[in-house]
């Protein structure tokens, strides 16, 4: 297991308590227990309660959602991000070494670990920072939109996808009066998946203006949509399952330094063995809903191997 010794232990001692925790670990670094935490959920949802949703979407309800939003967006234009629950059971399993095992897989994202009274137990892997502000003012964030399996070439699709993303960073960033420079068009690898990658770098007057930033982008389009408004329309029309910290952000601080990141490719979980895995892709008029059903279990495979999830399920 990667985690320490003092790691282990402190992460089982808050399962056998239920006590609240926060682990996280930064790309490329090791583990911390952090006490500056903080996790904002998906916008304008109602009370959130820690139980978890134990309702997986049906395959044919998503599939006839899925053609009815193409066509929509075929004629008004834009993006709307669909999530789908992926939800099972199985008390035998040892979550701390489902924890240790998913942040030795995904060296290269952001993984955490954390419980509280109101959101439960939440377990992920996200590739997304949506900002990070250090304590002499440079920022970076990120526009990451457009997946695509490695034998695969990028599409039409997903070029769109990525730019509706890329555009709209640019914009808040340019409106809220920050210079910034921009990455040429890259892609970083996420387990199997690739996704499409501009990165956005500058500097930042002092900690009030990034949480500023960080209000005007969440949500961005890559876990929402675009327009925003109608993209939120569409979602809450759709998706039957409550998002909760699902395509909310992570906040904490460490070294003078500030990160907020996108909360994807997670799961909430709890101690008698419930799950609900949590996966997206962003709908536009050409997607076809196959393709996307495809994708969001891409992005939930290994999540999906680490709980033993029937795979009959699927």
């Not at 926060?22 to 952090?34: F, N, Q, T």
């Not at 030795?104 to 952001?110: I, K």
């Amino acid at each position: 297991m990667i985690f320490s010794p003092e790691i282990t232990e402190a992460v089982r001692q808050a399962f056998a308590t239920d006590a609240p925790l926060a682990l996280c670990r930064a790309p490329g670094a090791e583990p911390v227990l952090v006490s500056d935490f903080e996790v904002s959920p998906w916008p304008g949802q109602p009370d959130i309660t820690p139980e978890v949703w134990r309702q997986s979407t049906p395959r044919e309800d998503y599939y006839t959602s899925i053609a009815s939003l193409a066509a929509t967006l075929r004629a008004e234009g834009g993006k709307a991000v669909i999530s789908r629950a992926i939800c099972g059971c199985n008390p035998a399993l040892d979550w701390t070494e489902v924890a240790s095992r998913l942040f030795e897989r995904y060296p290269d994202a952001f993984c955490h670990l954390y419980h509280s009274p109101r959101s439960g137990w939440w377990l992920g892997a996200t590739p997304e920072i949506l900002l990070r502000h250090d304590a002499d003012g440079r920022f970076v964030t990120m526009a990451l939109a457009g997946t695509r399996r490695d034998s695969l070439p990028w599409d039409a699709k997903n070029i769109e996808e990525h730019n509706m993303v890329r555009d709209f960073i640019a914009d808040t960033l340019s409106e809220a009066g920050v210079e910034f420079g921009m990455s040429p068009g890259d892609e970083i690898a996420y387990g199997s998946i690739r996704h499409r990658c501009t990165m956005f770098s500058g500097t930042m007057p002092d900690a009030a203006t990034a949480a500023r930033i960080v209000d005007n982008l969440n949500p961005t389009p890559a876990v929402g949509g675009w327009p925003r408004r109608r993209a939120m329309e569409h979602i809450g029309a759709i998706e039957a399952h409550p998002r909760k910290d699902y395509g909310g952000y992570i906040s904490y601080s460490t070294g003078g330094t500030r990160s907020w990141y996108v909360n994807l490719r997670c799961v909430n979980f709890d101690l008698r063995g419930n799950y609900c895995i949590y996966a997206g892709g962003g709908i536009t008029g050409m997607s076809v809903p196959a393709d996307e059903w495809a994708e969001t279990e891409a992005k939930a495979a290994v999540l999906l191997e680490l709980t033993g999830h029937n795979r009959s399920d699927l």
